[in-house]
C-alpha cells in the first residue's frame, strides 16, 4: 500500500470516530451539568470533579455532601447584623466585650470579615445585603435598611461608620443613609480612601488624590 | 508604531494576518471587500473601542460568540478578547485587571466621510468626538465618564420609575454632580486646546476666505449643582436629568453662521477633516508627544489631486497612516510604503 493511501484510510477512520462521538452516561452528564451552576467552575472543571466524585476510593464525595447538607441546615443569616450564624446572633453580636455604641454599616456580609482582619475596629456591624442599584431593579425597601433604622433607633449609638464601596451605587446608597439619619444626634463617619498603603503619588488617578488631598488628615 | 495585525472572527474575517509598514499603507478593494474593517481592527486593538460603532457587539463575526485582536505595538504585544459578559486585554502576554496602561500605548486618530455628521448630525456624535481624544490624553477622563454615566443612568431610571422616588433620585445627585463637574471641565480644557488649531486647519486645507469656529456649550454652567436644583421640577415633569454634561455640545460656525445650515456640502467636509487634524495635532502636542495613527478610510477617492496633497501636508507627517481606497487613481502621486489588494477576504501585497 502507498503512503498516501494509508493515510487517506487513516483519515476515514479517524473521520467515522468523529461521526459517532462517545459520550459519558447520562447520570455523569446530569452530574456535570449540576456542578457547572456553582460560580467559578466551568466545563472543564465540572467534568473533573464529576469524575473525582464517581472514580474515589474512599468516601470523601459522600462527605462533601453531608456538610453541604449539614451546612445550610445550620447557617442562617444572623438577626440582628445580617452575618453568617449558627444561632440567633452570630459570634460578633453576642460578644460583650465589644463596644456597643459603635454601630459599621457595609454592604454585604462578606464585607465584615476583611474588616475583622484590620483588628481596628471592635464595635458592631450591620450588613445591607447589597446596594441601591437602579439599574439592577433594587430599591431600598429590598435591602436591610429598615432593620438599620430600627436597630439606632432601639439601640444607642455614639457613631456610625459607613464601609461601602467607593463607586457611584455605593455613593448614593450612603447618601441615601446619611440623609434618613442627619437628624439624630448621632456622628456619622465615612471610611477614608486615598492613596494604597504602599502606593506612590505618580501611580494614582486624578480622583484618588483629589480624595486623598480633601480627606487629609491632621498630624 | 504598529507592525502588526491579527484578527480573529472579526466582523467578515475568519482570520486575517497583516504586517503594517511605518509610513503610509494603502489598502485596496471594492466596496464590501473589509477595507473600513482592517481599519477598525486596529482601532479596537489601540484603544478597545471602535470608530464607527459605539458597541463592540455587532463587531463579532456573525454565528460566533466572541472576536480576537492582536498586534505588535513598538516593543509590545498586545492582545484583546471580546465576548459578551467577558472583556480580556493583554499587554505583552499578561492579562490586565484594568484598561490604564495598556490603553496609554498607542493613540489613534479616524478620519473617515461619515465625519460630516459632525457637522450635521446630533450633539453625541460632537461628545464622542470630544470622548474619544480625552479618553486619549487624561487618565481621569475615562473614570470621570464612566462614572457620570453609571450616575445618570441610574438617575433617570429612578426618574422614570412608576412611583416617585426623590429619595433616591437625590442620593444619586452628589456622585452626578462630583463626576460631572470633572467632565465638563475636561471637556472645556480640550476645546480650549482643540479650537485653534481647527480654525487654523480649516484655513489652511480649504484655501477660504471664511473663517471656521469651534466653541464649547457646556450642558451644565459651573454651578452645575444649582442647575440642577433649578431644573428639578422640569425633570420630574420629563421623566429624565435635563442639565448636566449629557447635553454638552460643539458650536461650529463659518464666518458666524451656523455650519450645519449655511455651510455648503464642501465646507461641511473641510470642517469635519480640520476639526480630525486638531485631534492629531492635540494628541501630537501631549503626552509622550508622538504622531498618533492615522485611520484614513476612503477619504481620498473623493478629492481632487490638489486637496488630497493639502490634507497629506497638513496631517503630521511622523504619522503612521493606514488608508483605505476603492481604486488608485494616483498612483503617480502618492507614495504608499506598502500596497494591498483586499479582494475576497485574502490580502495580496502588490
Avoid at chain 1, 13 to 38: N, S
Avoid at chain 1, 66 to 87: D, H, M, N, V, Y
Avoid at chain 2, 131 to 152: C, H, K, M, S, T
Amino acid at each position: 500500500m502507498s503512503r498516501t493511501g494509508g493515510s487517506s484510510s487513516l483519515r476515514r477512520v479517524f473521520h467515522l470516530e468523529v461521526l459517532k462521538r462517545t459520550e459519558y452516561p447520562e447520570a455523569i452528564r446530569d452530574l456535570i451539568t449540576q456542578l457547572r451552576q456553582m460560580p467559578g467552575v466551568g466545563p472543564r472543571s465540572a467534568e473533573r470533579i464529576a469524575l473525582w466524585m464517581i472514580q474515589s476510593r474512599d468516601d470523601k464525595p459522600e462527605q462533601i455532601a453531608t456538610a453541604i447538607s449539614k451546612t445550610r441546615a445550620q447557617i442562617r443569616p444572623c438577626k440582628l447584623c445580617g452575618f453568617f450564624a449558627t444561632e440567633e446572633l452570630c459570634e460578633i453580636c453576642r460578644d460583650d466585650s465589644r463596644a456597643s455604641d459603635l454601630l459599621c454599616v457595609v454592604e454585604q456580609p462578606t464585607d465584615i470579615l476583611p474588616l475583622e482582619k484590620t483588628s481596628a475596629f471592635r464595635g458592631q456591624y450591620h450588613a445591607l445585603g447589597g446596594r441601591i442599584a437602579p439599574l439592577d431593579h433594587i430599591g431600598p425597601e429590598d435591602l436591610r435598611i429598615q432593620e438599620l433604622l430600627d436597630r439606632i433607633a432601639r439601640e444607642n449609638f455614639s457613631e456610625i461608620i459607613f464601609a461601602l464601596a467607593a463607586d457611584v451605587e455605593g455613593e448614593a446608597t450612603t447618601n441615601y443613609l446619611v440623609e434618613s439619619l442627619k437628624a439624630k444626634p448621632i456622628k456619622l463617619t465615612r471610611i477614608a480612601r486615598g492613596l494604597p498603603a504602599g502606593g506612590g503619588l505618580e501611580s494614582a488617578d486624578e480622583l484618588t488624590l483629589y480624595q486623598a488631598l480633601t480627606g487629609r488628615t491632621k498630624l | 508604531m504598529l507592525t502588526s495585525l491579527r484578527l480573529h472572527n472579526f466582523r467578515c474575517f475568519e482570520g486575517l494576518s497583516v504586517d503594517i509598514g511605518p509610513g503610509l499603507n494603502l489598502f485596496l478593494g471594492g466596496n464590501g471587500e473589509g477595507k473600513t474593517t482592517i481599519l477598525e481592527g486596529v482601532c479596537v486593538l489601540l484603544r478597545l473601542q471602535s470608530q464607527r460603532s459605539a458597541s463592540l457587539a455587532p463587531v463579532v463575526q456573525t454565528g460566533k460568540k466572541s472576536f480576537g485582536v492582536r498586534g505588535r505595538f513598538e516593543e509590545h504585544e498586545l492582545e484583546f478578547r471580546y465576548r459578551a459578559l467577558r472583556r480580556q486585554v493583554r499587554f505583552d502576554g499578561v492579562e490586565q485587571r484594568t484598561v490604564g496602561e495598556y490603553l496609554r500605548l498607542g493613540r489613534v486618530v479616524s478620519l473617515a466621510n461619515v465625519d460630516i455628521e459632525l457637522v450635521r448630525g446630533g450633539s453625541d456624535t460632537r461628545r464622542r468626538y470630544l470622548d474619544f481624544l480625552g479618553l486619549q490624553i487624561d487618565n481621569a477622563y475615562r473614570p470621570a465618564l464612566r462614572a457620570y454615566e453609571r450616575a445618570l443612568r441610574a438617575r433617570n431610571a429612578l426618574l422614570k420609575s412608576p412611583t416617585a422616588r426623590p429619595r433616591e433620585v437625590a442620593a444619586y445627585d452628589a456622585p452626578l454632580i462630583q463626576h460631572g463637574q470633572v467632565l465638563l471641565r475636561q471637556r472645556a480644557e480640550l476645546t480650549e486646546s482643540l479650537a485653534p488649531l481647527a480654525g487654523q486647519a480649516y484655513e489652511r486645507i480649504s484655501a477660504a476666505r471664511e473663517k471656521f469656529t469651534l466653541r464649547f456649550v457646556p450642558g451644565a454652567s459651573a454651578d452645575f449643582e444649582g442647575d440642577l436644583e433649578r431644573s428639578h421640577r422640569e425633570s420630574i415633569r420629563l421623566r429624565q436629568t435635563i442639565v448636566g454634561p449629557h447635553r454638552d455640545d460643539l458650536e461650529l460656525r463659518i464666518d458666524d453662521f451656523p455650519a450645519a445650515q449655511f455651510a455648503s456640502e464642501g465646507q461641511q467636509r473641510g470642517i469635519a477633516l480640520a476639526m480630525k487634524i486638531a485631534q492629531a495635532d492635540v494628541l501630537k502636542k501631549s503626552g509622550d508627544k508622538k504622531a498618533p495613527l492615522l485611520l484614513i478610510d476612503d477619504i481620498f477617492g473623493e478629492l481632487d489631486p490638489e486637496r488630497r496633497n493639502a490634507l497629506l501636508d497638513n496631517l503630521p507627517p511622523a504619522s503612521q497612516k493606514l488608508v483605505t481606497a476603492t481604486a488608485m487613481p494616483w498612483r503617480d502621486e502618492i507614495i504608499a510604503d506598502i500596497i494591498y489588494e483586499l479582494c475576497d477576504r485574502r490580502l495580496r501585497r502588490l
